[in-house]
């Protein structure tokens, strides 16, 4: 019997843990460390965050669905991998901390045979100045990125709305809080959520709203940008983002690295090189990501974390990280297996794996402050390498080390994207995209890197619709319900 | 070399939007011939993509007579909002009124591959935004307000279907079939309207045409249903959104049906 661990239960590692258990069955043991205890499907967050959804409706608890799915649950977090065992043992293990109720603070020591790293990240509002401290979100904005904090963002918001209702005049800064931040696509559908609802409301006339983010142009989301179809004319995404922001007006600032935030205040540095600061009476600025700080140790108890991890935290995986200057970058630096290259037994998916670069075009200010979207790696092809990684797994514990792995390349794989701008049976609208590949591949595609047939994006009723029912399908299939293999990912 | 400017009704392409990744000599031919056809035109400026070529790449002759080149630009910085009398080479002999920003500060790189900052006010302001328009794969229509959109519209000898590059056609064969379900609808709420006023002894007969429109209505649904998306995919990047655009009105006129159906029911 195999012992698979996966470290992480969020979108990639629920995905790779729910496959693996079913290709491997009863004959071999999966084990899925999270320090949570609900599973949440975060795209669904903006909803929370105002107040058209409940935390409960965009979660369920993990436990039983590892029951009823056979999986082994242990709700801790991973702290540290041995990867060579210890000095009297070569097994390799893992170090983990409990978080579930009556065990806090217990550790435990846990041996696999194959190891998956499916952390997600760390929300590190640490890294700007009263953003937050360290992982944890601070006292002057708000965010989305769990249901915790979305369900307080809804709170904040409602206090806004109340006041614009009493006639005292609001401001709102939606956007990224720092320049090296992801996850643009979830800002985005957050302004136009609130928007939404401040229009719904009858407020809309006494709240100014504003987007701040590191993108170099509005419409870039971190993948440089895509082909989007307005009044039915393919243009690219930064007319399209820039026709919605001034139809719904909605003022922006591009190019910022948020540097500090303050109590109603925020200072930024734009590319040129200048200055600024922008009030605020609610704000929702996305912080960066960073790798949870996994440590690595090897027999002797000799740190080998820089080995195994990028200076970021993510881990390494197959990829090229030394292709250099954005002329040099190809698609082959992504990685296609997401196995670790000194431990072949260690793979990394989701947000945990460590990119060869950037995939839009890096920019900094004059000072040197690099401010540019850090790459996507959420959503659909989260799934996607998750689902590829425990393939391979699952036919190097049946099938052997020789076993031929499964490959999922962000540079050879299309991603299918519905970003929310307002919910609403009929009114709702939605920007349904689809990229192809995520990644550029400039020699196959030489110019913009992509196949513009199958990069194409349009805002509407219909988007809305796909994306209400696909909150439902991937709810259904992460609890592992009757003919959940069906839904892709 | 001189090249030839694309003009309306010529179909632009759907590449557009390259970042210049390559300061080579494929580039500096690029810039030569974009110098060659302004001066063969007389233009002050023009974009890579008015003669064929994704690159973001715009070269303005300056009042000194020498030329500008500006690689990969973006709008860092935008003030004020102008509403000039625009033309352009794309439109020859048309102009329309735009908006545009009064000052942008546009980033962008030199030949050098230096990153560069240019300041930029009044004519020069506009020039620069329309040519990243086209940078964008687009022209200054996109920059006219409703009424003037329309107004432009009207004087294009050849329509607007001649601006779309193999994107969704306005409208679709599917939509005929939408038209008689419709026209069917009609003809069905009017026979429900006319049993309340005739003799029972008629009421078989209007109930007789209900059946045969209703059953007429899911027909052409399953018609509909299975033909628009064969017509969608003639459109490969029409949207992500055809499919669920086809399922929302097959969804809607179902619902329908059934009210008409339910209507029947308790009538007849």
């Given at each position: 019997?195999?012992?698979?661990?996966?470290?992480?239960?969020?979108?990639?590692?629920?995905?790779?843990?729910?496959?693996?258990?079913?290709?491997?069955?009863?004959?071999?043991?999966?084990?899925?460390?999270?320090?949570?205890?609900?599973?949440?499907?975060?795209?669904?967050?903006?909803?929370?965050?105002?107040?058209?959804?409940?935390?409960?409706?965009?979660?369920?608890?993990?436990?039983?669905?590892?029951?009823?799915?056979?999986?082994?649950?242990?709700?801790?977090?991973?702290?540290?991998?041995?990867?060579?065992?210890?000095?009297?043992?070569?097994?390799?293990?893992?170090?983990?901390?409990?978080?579930?109720?009556?065990?806090?603070?217990?550790?435990?020591?846990?041996?696999?045979?194959?190891?998956?790293?499916?952390?997600?990240?760390?929300?590190?509002?640490?890294?700007?100045?009263?953003?937050?401290?360290?992982?944890?979100?601070?006292?002057?904005?708000?965010?989305?990125?769990?249901?915790?904090?979305?369900?307080?963002?809804?709170?904040?918001?409602?206090?806004?709305?109340?006041?614009?209702?009493?006639?005292?005049?609001?401001?709102?800064?939606?956007?990224?809080?720092?320049?090296?931040?992801?996850?643009?696509?979830?800002?985005?559908?957050?302004?136009?959520?609130?928007?939404?609802?401040?229009?719904?409301?009858?407020?809309?006339?006494?709240?100014?709203?504003?987007?701040?983010?590191?993108?170099?142009?509005?419409?870039?989301?971190?993948?440089?940008?895509?082909?989007?179809?307005?009044?039915?004319?393919?243009?690219?995404?930064?007319?399209?983002?820039?026709?919605?922001?001034?139809?719904?007006?909605?003022?922006?600032?591009?190019?910022?690295?948020?540097?500090?935030?303050?109590?109603?205040?925020?200072?930024?540095?734009?590319?040129?090189?200048?200055?600024?600061?922008?009030?605020?009476?609610?704000?929702?600025?996305?912080?960066?990501?960073?790798?949870?700080?996994?440590?690595?140790?090897?027999?002797?108890?000799?740190?080998?974390?820089?080995?195994?991890?990028?200076?970021?935290?993510?881990?390494?995986?197959?990829?090229?990280?030394?292709?250099?200057?954005?002329?040099?970058?190809?698609?082959?630096?992504?990685?296609?297996?997401?196995?670790?290259?000194?431990?072949?037994?260690?793979?990394?998916?989701?947000?945990?794996?460590?990119?060869?670069?950037?995939?839009?075009?890096?920019?900094?200010?004059?000072?040197?402050?690099?401010?540019?979207?850090?790459?996507?790696?959420?959503?659909?092809?989260?799934?996607?390498?998750?689902?590829?990684?425990?393939?391979?797994?699952?036919?190097?514990?049946?099938?052997?080390?020789?076993?031929?792995?499964?490959?999922?390349?962000?540079?050879?794989?299309?991603?299918?994207?519905?970003?929310?701008?307002?919910?609403?049976?009929?009114?709702?609208?939605?920007?349904?995209?689809?990229?192809?590949?995520?990644?550029?591949?400039?020699?196959?595609?030489?110019?913009?890197?992509?196949?513009?047939?199958?990069?194409?994006?349009?805002?509407?009723?219909?988007?809305?619709?796909?994306?209400?029912?696909?909150?439902?399908?991937?709810?259904?299939?992460?609890?592992?319900?009757?003919?959940?293999?069906?839904?892709?990912? | 070399?001189?090249?030839?400017?694309?003009?309306?009704?010529?179909?632009?392409?759907?590449?557009f939007d390259a970042n210049v990744?390559?300061?080579?000599?494929?580039?500096?031919?690029?810039?030569?011939?974009?110098?060659?056809?302004i001066e063969a035109n007389s233009?002050?400026?023009?974009?890579?993509?008015?003669?064929?070529?994704?690159?973001?790449?715009?070269?303005?002759?300056?009042?000194?007579?020498?030329?500008?080149?500006?690689?990969?630009?973006?709008?860092?910085?935008?003030?004020?909002?102008?509403?000039?009398?625009?033309?352009?080479?794309?439109?020859?002999?048309?102009?329309?009124?735009?908006?545009?920003?009064?000052?942008?500060?546009?980033?962008?790189?030199?030949?050098?591959?230096?990153?560069?900052?240019?300041?930029?006010?009044?004519?020069?302001?506009?020039?620069?935004?329309?040519?990243?328009?086209?940078?964008?794969?687009?022209?200054?229509?996109?920059?006219?307000?409703?009424?003037?959109?329309?107004?432009?519209?009207?004087?294009?000898?050849?329509?607007?279907?001649?601006?779309?590059?193999?994107?969704?056609?306005?409208?679709?064969?599917?939509?005929?079939?939408?038209?008689?379900?419709?026209?069917?609808?009609?003809?069905?709420?009017?026979?429900?309207?006319?049993?309340?006023?005739?003799?029972d002894s008629q009421l078989p007969?209007?109930?007789?045409?209900?059946?045969?429109?209703?059953?007429?209505?899911?027909?052409?649904?399953?018609?509909?249903?299975?033909?628009?998306?064969?017509?969608?995919?003639?459109?490969?990047?029409?949207?992500?959104?055809?499919?669920?655009?086809?399922?929302?009105?097959?969804?809607?006129?179902?619902?329908?049906?059934?009210?008409?159906?339910?209507?029947?029911?308790?009538?007849?």
């Open positions: 019997m195999s012992r698979l661990i996966i470290m992480g239960g969020g979108v990639s590692g629920h995905t790779a843990a729910t496959f693996a258990k079913k290709w491997l069955g009863d004959k071999h043991e999966v084990i899925v460390v999270t320090p949570n205890s609900q599973w949440n499907w975060i795209p669904s967050n903006i909803w929370v965050g105002v107040g058209q959804m409940t935390k409960e409706q965009v979660t369920f608890p993990l436990a039983p669905v590892y029951k009823k799915a056979k999986i082994d649950y242990k709700q801790a977090k991973a702290v540290s991998i041995h990867p060579n065992g210890k000095a009297d043992n070569d097994d390799a293990y893992i170090t983990i901390e409990y978080t579930e109720d009556g065990k806090v603070g217990q550790t435990e020591e846990l041996g696999y045979d194959y190891l998956i790293n499916a952390t997600g990240p760390k929300l590190n509002f640490g890294a700007t100045e009263g953003l937050g401290e360290g992982s944890n979100l601070g006292e002057h904005t708000v965010s989305v990125c769990t249901a915790d904090h979305a369900e307080h963002a809804s709170h904040e918001l409602e206090k806004i709305f109340a006041k614009a209702k009493a006639g005292e005049r609001q401001k709102i800064l939606v956007g990224t809080g720092h320049g090296m931040c992801t996850c643009q696509g979830a800002a985005f559908e957050y302004i136009f959520n609130i928007e939404h609802e401040a229009k719904k409301a009858g407020v809309r006339d006494m709240i100014d709203i504003k987007w701040i983010s590191n993108e170099a142009f509005l419409g870039d989301f971190g993948m440089g940008g895509l082909h989007m179809k307005v009044g039915g004319y393919a243009v690219s995404s930064k007319l399209f983002a820039e026709s919605l922001f001034a139809e719904r007006n909605v003022d922006w600032i591009i190019g910022a690295h948020v540097s500090k935030v303050e109590a109603g205040n925020i200072h930024y540095e734009l590319l040129d090189g200048s200055t600024g600061e922008e009030s605020f009476d609610f704000s929702m600025l996305i912080p960066p990501f960073a790798g949870v700080g996994l440590k690595a140790y090897d027999k002797a108890g000799e740190d080998i974390t820089a080995t195994i991890f990028a200076p970021n935290g993510f881990m390494k995986v197959d990829a090229n990280y030394s292709a250099g200057a954005y002329e040099n970058w190809k698609a082959s630096d992504w990685p296609r297996t997401y196995q670790n290259p000194t431990f072949s037994n260690m793979f990394a998916c989701g947000i945990a794996f460590a990119p060869p670069h950037i995939i839009s075009k890096p920019m900094s200010s004059p000072n040197g402050t690099p401010i540019n979207p850090t790459p996507p790696r959420t959503g659909m092809p989260s799934g996607i390498i998750g689902k590829a990684v425990a393939h391979s797994v699952c036919d190097l514990i049946t099938k052997g080390d020789s076993a031929k792995l499964h490959e999922a390349s962000m540079a050879e794989m299309g991603a299918a994207c519905v970003a929310s701008s307002g919910k609403g049976v009929f009114n709702g609208t939605a920007a349904a995209m689809t990229v192809y590949p995520v990644v550029p591949d400039f020699e196959k595609y030489p110019g913009t890197g992509r196949d513009t047939d199958y990069t194409f994006g349009e805002i509407g009723l219909a988007g809305h619709w796909i994306k209400h029912i696909l909150h439902h399908l991937f709810i259904y299939k992460a609890k592992v319900k009757p003919g959940w293999t069906l839904i892709p990912e | 070399m001189i090249q030839k400017i694309i003009q309306y009704p010529t179909v632009t392409s759907k590449e990744r390559h300061f080579d000599d494929t580039l500096k031919s690029l810039i030569q011939d974009l110098k060659d056809t233009l002050k400026a023009l974009s890579a993509f008015q003669i064929g070529s994704p690159l973001a790449v715009i070269i303005v002759k300056q009042e000194d007579g020498s030329f500008l080149e500006i690689i990969n630009p973006i709008i860092v910085k935008r003030e004020g909002k102008v509403h000039p009398l625009e033309t352009t080479a794309y439109f020859p002999n048309l102009s329309a009124t735009t908006t545009r920003y009064e000052k942008v500060k546009i980033m962008y790189e030199d030949i050098n591959q230096k990153q560069q900052f240019l300041q930029t006010d009044g004519e020069f302001s506009i020039l620069i935004q329309r040519k990243i328009d086209y940078l964008l794969g687009s022209n200054f229509r996109i920059r006219l307000d409703d009424k003037e959109q329309k107004l432009f519209d009207s004087k294009l000898e050849y329509g607007t279907d001649a601006l779309n590059n193999d994107n969704c056609p306005t409208t679709f064969k599917r939509d005929k079939i939408l038209a008689v379900i419709k026209f069917s609808f009609i003809l069905s709420i009017i026979g429900i309207i006319v049993s309340f006023f005739i003799a007969l209007i109930a007789s045409i209900e059946n045969y429109l209703m059953l007429t209505i899911v027909v052409l649904l399953v018609i509909y249903f299975f033909y628009a998306q064969y017509e969608g995919k003639q459109y490969k990047n029409c949207s992500s959104c055809q499919i669920g655009n086809i399922v929302g009105v097959v969804i809607i006129h179902l619902t329908k049906l059934i009210v008409l159906f339910i209507a029947n029911y308790f009538i007849f």
